[in-house]
């Protein structure tokens, strides 16, 4: 998801207002925010558990409105075509994918930044149960936003950059996660030939 905000301005943001600003920023900005937070934490300026706290509800509630907007905005758009590239009668297989999929694919999502909004949206769009969303995207967030915090305590001195780090790393977990899904398929289709050959 892009970053609407410059790392320098966050800085400056959550030095002047800290735990005022910083729920509201990780909810629009959450990876980058937690990164920053993470390094200010290094300095003093702000509390490991706290922030920790604020990282993990903040992104959830980010997940919730992209939910939202699948399960409650979608309908519109859909009287004029299609939503996400989705059409009004692919609708079902999407449903169905989530009622078999559902947490392998929002974790996906939580670890693939590039996808996760989509994701997320998708899933309200599936009408997915909000109790089991929130489980799945909450098992993603916490050991997420730890990470993310870790990175902004050690490393945080090149906050500069992150914007571009961060592009980085998000691709190479895109890689990584369709590498392993890749290989999973292939075992599976392996196993059932198998299974096939030896009836």
């Known amino acids: 998801m892009p970053t609407f905000v410059s790392t320098g301005k966050i800085l400056g943001l959550l030095i002047a207002y800290r735990y005022a600003i910083f729920f509201p920023l990780t909810v629009a900005e959450g990876p980058i925010v937690t990164i920053i937070a993470g390094f200010l934490v290094s300095l003093g300026y702000m509390n490991f558990l706290l922030v920790y706290i604020i990282a993990v509800v903040g992104d959830v509630v980010g997940d919730v409105l992209y939910y939202a907007l699948g399960r409650w905005g979608s309908g519109r758009i859909f009287r004029r075509g299609s939503f996400l590239g989705i059409k009004a009668e692919q609708l079902k297989k999407v449903e169905v994918h989530f009622d078999a999929h559902a947490g ?53 001195r090149a906050y500069q950059q992150i914007d ?19 290989i999973y398929l292939l075992i599976k289709r392996f196993r059932k030939s198998i299974n096939i050959d030896g009836k």
């Open 164 to 182: 571009k780090y961060f592009g980085y790393a998000s691709l190479v977990m895109l890689l990584i996660t369709a590498t392993a899904v890749a």
């Open 104 to 156: 392998k694919t929002l974790l996906f999502g939580k670890w693939t930044q590039s996808v996760g909004a989509i994701i997320l949206t998708a899933a309200g769009m599936a009408k997915m149960p909000l109790d089991k969303f929130v489980f799945y995207n909450t098992a993603g967030s916490i050991p997420k936003s730890l990470a993310l915090m870790l990175i902004g305590y050690y490393f945080g």
